[in-house]
């Protein structure tokens, strides 16, 4: 059995490679403007807005009262689990995704609850620099440091 970290890597990099092949762009750890920081924050090519909270298990699940934030963040939200997880515990109105390391299956769709077009604009920004920030720092690490020296 995978260690809790372990899992959700491996849980993260399913989910990511599913969405991608759905269309999505996806970045991991975004934090939003109430502190709460996203798994996966992913962009549609119609520019809907999906978060992913990850639970690498029941533990993970039971302890973690913050996921409700998340919903005025996104047009839909969902949890991504391995199989082990015992997902009749999850709420029905989320989304769920079962992954692995290789690839995941969204089992039963995220409703809908459209954001509003100030709130989703300003995301967009945020997800836009913070992907230009983390391709930057692949390229050139030293950059970062000049931009957060001003």
Known sequence: ?????DRTRD???GVSRHLIQRGYAVVTEMTFSNGRRADLFAV?????IL???VKSGWEDFRVDRKWPDYRDYCDRFFFAVDLDFPQQVLPADAGLIVADGFGGEILRDAPGHPLA??????LMIAFAQLSSRRLLALTDP?????????
């Open 1 to 5: 059995m995978l260690a809790r970290p």
């Open 11 to 13: 849980i993260c990099r």
């Open 44 to 48: 549609g090519a119609k520019g809907d």
């Open 51 to 53: 978060v992913v909270e």
């Open 117 to 122: 077009s100030a709130r989703r604009r300003a």
């Open 142 to 150: 030293e950059a970062l440091s000049v931009l957060t020296d001003e």
